[in-house]
């Protein structure tokens, strides 16, 4: 997130001592291809640990499940890897897959890794209009106004939606498809999202954009 300010113009160089708009662009920041994800993953245990699929859609099946964001392969596939090498038999079965998928241990699964991981990219407002996308969307697919149309409910000013969505295709959350409608990179998202936004969360994230939003207009939270 400071390299993604600072390619923004908000880090603390001037414009001709910036070193980061030189060296790199929006390019860097972005989920991996499929097929370079397929290949990470074909090659971590296929050709290193000398494991085999139990089915050639296996690493397709990886990719979907976490979009290609390198840091949620790299969660995905070692919590595989733990899994099957507990049960010794060097074979990746689809249904390890789906066991690390839907695990929900609060700590050490892959949903809890990305709700750490979105923490830390993610403002309150970020997250709060995500998880309500994917809440009451259910789809992996949303346009501009219905973002209005939900952070209209607590005020959110235009700007700061803005802001959201920047952050929001920076982080590779989400992607624009068209002029106005964007998807999530990861297919998965809503239903990771979905298990994530509780009715308690999503009243708690509430509450925080809206300290958030009283600290930024200098009022008191009623």
């Not at 830390?120 to 106004?145: C, H, K, M, Q």
């Amino acid at each position: 997130m400071r390299l993604y300010e600072c390619l923004l113009g908000r880090g603390p160089y001037t414009p001709t001592s910036d070193p980061w708009r030189r060296m790199f662009n929006y390019e860097l920041m972005k989920n991996l291809r499929a097929t370079e994800a397929e290949r990470i993953v074909k090659e971590g245990f296929r050709e290193i640990l000398g494991w085999k699929f139990e089915s050639r859609s296996i690493p397709q099946r990886v990719v979907e499940m976490t979009g290609g964001h390198p840091a949620f392969v790299q969660k995905f596939c070692s919590l595989v890897q733990h899994r099957v090498g507990v049960r010794g038999d060097r074979t990746i079965r689809m249904s390890d897959l789906q066991a690390v998928f839907e695990d929900d241990n609060p700590d050490e699964s892959y949903i809890a890794f990305v709700k750490g991981t979105l923490g830390l990219n993610l403002n309150p407002i970020d997250r709060y209009l995500t998880i309500w996308l994917a809440a009451t969307e259910g789809t992996s697919s949303f346009t501009v106004d219905r973002l209005k149309e939900l952070s209209s409910q607590i005020e959110i000013p235009e700007n700061q939606l803005n802001d959201s969505l920047d952050r929001l295709k920076a982080t590779s959350v989400i992607t624009e498809i068209a002029p106005g409608v964007y998807e999530f990179t990861v297919p998965d998202y809503p239903e990771i999202l979905q298990r994530l936004g509780s009715t308690r969360q999503l009243s708690e994230l509430e509450e925080e954009v809206r300290r958030l939003l009283d600290d930024q207009r200098g009022s008191p939270n009623p």
